[in-house]
């Protein structure tokens, strides 16, 4: 029953989660290490921290948003929190949902200090995965949600076309 | 007068030898360490779940998918379990749906099961008894209970959910629930049965909640787990209920679907002050010596059959928490931690009470001088997971590039 409750609490969540969140300014963090990619910084980038142990419920959340928000053409960045060089070897033979090939205005990072720095950068420290919509040109995060919280695709897109 | 003097030696030897006091235990000061095999199972996440099989064998729960059996000398992996080959599909229609048929709609769905890394279940707990395996399985379902009036208007009396009705009208609930079961096996792994952990009527009318995932002993035909009265709504701040009449355990009979017994009254173990996310994040232990199957409670440990309590709380700082015991003649083996506030806690640390782990040590408590016999704190922060044997102190730390199983000995001297 506890954990039935549990999952109530969750739809709720969900059902309550779409407001867009505005951060102040001057996440320097995330801009140091956009810095270095080479991603399109004159549009809003898209940024998955994954947990690749984490996402029982999220999976088809990240799924779909992964497919739905391609269309819009910004640049995207994954930072799976994973270090060792055997993990990494063998998650990217498992992993089927993020496509680990270079391209363009794509960048991907294995590393949890950084998974772990940009989602403590606001305020979340758990081992959820996450996503994000940064500005690059105001250094400044205009969207964050666990992943498994996001049920309207329509504030992240919004998010993600906005340019403050 | 030699062979009188040699009588009196003799003499004073056997009388010394009559009163000496009961052996000390000893920790030794040097740590053998092994690098975990991974040629087989690479380890994605901290494992968890340290047990030991028998002297040379440990086992642990890889990625929340396998159970894997290591030697602790080599650091082989010698054997692994996993559900890969269960039909999840086919084991719902036979259990749960069946059990519920006509009343609920159970739908499994095996890429929601395992997460990114993949697997079509969690497998999140095990025990080891009498050469067989007990694992704990669950996977996640969707939940139609349209045709279960009664289960439906309990679940919308549900404050959120009320208020959710209240704003947005009907709307069509789907519940995501977790349907939890017991693999048995042999000691090489061959399944011997399933046995789905339904829920009890008992448990249920008397408003009690199992916690399989916390911990659980297994006993030939039953498993003694974890029970918390439930608490609407749910909030990590609010207090654990305890007192008379109120159980800490419950003994599932698993060959009788509604067999429930309760074990140890909460008045015998002082559950006082904790909040339920102290609950949720203390260890609670099983641990069976001499014939006897002991509980911790993270504060405390009591015997369960006859509920005595071995250890108390007073002995203890007060952030400071047992993680695992081991029950000598005379003494008490144990590793505790120290839970400190943070400085600037996150939001999430608030809302999860989420607390900093320190000070980990290895503890020596003589039971009948009721006083700490030795301390050996641990230089690392990795884990707070130990396991005490009848003779080590088992552990396991995570290097830049490599796992390895740390032992530490312990004697009587």
Same mark, same amino acid.
Do not use: A
């Given at each position: 029953m506890q954990r039935a409750n549990f999952c109530l609490v969750l739809l709720c969540i969900l059902s309550f989660s779409c407001q867009q969140v505005e951060r102040p300014s001057s996440h320097t963090y995330i801009h140091s290490i956009i810095d270095s990619l080479p991603l399109n910084k004159t549009k809003n980038i898209l940024i998955y921290t994954i =947990?690749? =142990?984490?996402?029982?419920?999220c999976i088809y959340g990240f799924k779909a948003m992964n497919k739905e928000i391609e269309e819009n053409g910004n640049g995207r960045l994954y930072v799976i929190s994973v270090d060792r060089l055997i993990e990494k070897n063998a998650l990217s033979k498992k992993i089927k949902d993020i496509d680990f090939l270079p391209e363009n205005d794509k960048a991907i990072i294995w590393d949890k200090k950084i998974y772990d720095g940009i989602n403590v950068s606001v305020g979340k420290n758990l081992p959820s995965s996450m996503v994000f919509v940064y500005d690059p040109r105001k250094d400044s995060i205009l969207y964050f949600r666990i992943i498994r919280e996001v049920s309207d695709y329509k504030e992240l897109r919004k998010a993600l076309c906005s340019a403050k | 007068m030699v062979r009188y003097l040699i009588f009196l030696l003799m003499l004073v030897c056997f009388l010394g030898g009559c009163t000496r006091e009961t052996n000390h235990f000893h920790l030794s000061e040097t740590t053998d360490s092994v690098k975990i095999d991974? %040629?087989?199972?690479?380890?994605t996440r901290f494992p968890g779940g340290l047990k030991e099989i028998n002297d040379s064998i440990i086992g642990l729960i890889n990625n929340n998918q396998y159970i894997s059996l290591y030697?602790?000398?080599?650091?082989? /992996?010698v054997l692994n379990f996993s559900t890969a080959s269960i039909n999840f599909d086919s084991l719902v229609k036979n259990t749960f749906q069946k059990r519920f048929l006509g009343k609920r709609l159970y739908n499994y769905t095996p890429e929601s099961a395992g997460g990114l890394s993949g697997g079509n279940s969690q497998v999140a707990g095990f025990d080891y008894y009498n050469h067989s395996f007990y694992i704990y399985v669950n996977i996640l379902v969707d939940v139609n209970y349209d045709n279960d009036p009664e289960k439906l208007k309990k679940l919308y009396e549900e404050p959120s959910l009320k208020a959710l009705k209240e704003k947005s009208g009907d709307f069509d609930l789907i519940v995501g629930e977790y349907l939890e079961f017991i693999f048995i096996t042999d000691e090489q792994f061959n399944l011997t049965r399933i046995v789905p952990l339904f829920e009890r009527n008992k448990l249920l009318t008397d408003d009690y909640c199992p916690y399989y995932l916390k911990n659980y002993a297994a006993n030939n035909t039953a498993l003694f787990v974890p029970i918390q009265k439930n608490q609407t709504?749910? /909030?990590?701040?609010s207090k654990v209920l305890t007192g008379s009449g109120i159980y800490t355990l419950a003994k599932i009979d698993l060959n009788v679907d509604e067999g429930v017994e309760y074990a140890l009254e909460s008045k015998n173990i002082d559950f006082d002050g904790y909040t339920l996310g102290q609950y949720y994040s203390s260890c609670l232990m099983f641990k069976s010596s001499f014939g006897k199957l002991y509980f911790s409670n993270g504060k405390e440990i009591c015997e369960i059959e006859n509920e005595k309590k071995l250890f108390s709380k007073t002995y203890l700082a007060r952030n400071e928490w047992i993680s695992d015991f081991y029950s000598q003649e005379g003494y008490l083996l144990l590793t505790t931690y120290k839970t400190y506030k943070k400085t600037n806690p996150t939001e999430m640390d608030n809302a999860y009470e989420i607390d900093s782990t320190g000070n980990i040590s290895a503890k020596i408590f003589d039971l009948k001088s009721q006083a700490w016999k030795e301390i050996k704190e641990f230089k690392? /922060? %990795? %884990?707070k997971s130990f396991y005490i044997t009848n003779d080590k102190i088992i552990y396991i730390e995570k290097g830049k590039e490599n796992y390895v199983i740390k032992t530490i000995q312990y004697a009587e001297s």
């Open positions: =947990n690749p =142990n984490d996402c029982i419920s | 991974e %040629s087989k199972i690479v380890m030697n602790i000398v080599t650091g082989e /992996n709504p749910v /909030n990590l701040h690392y /922060n %990795s %884990s």
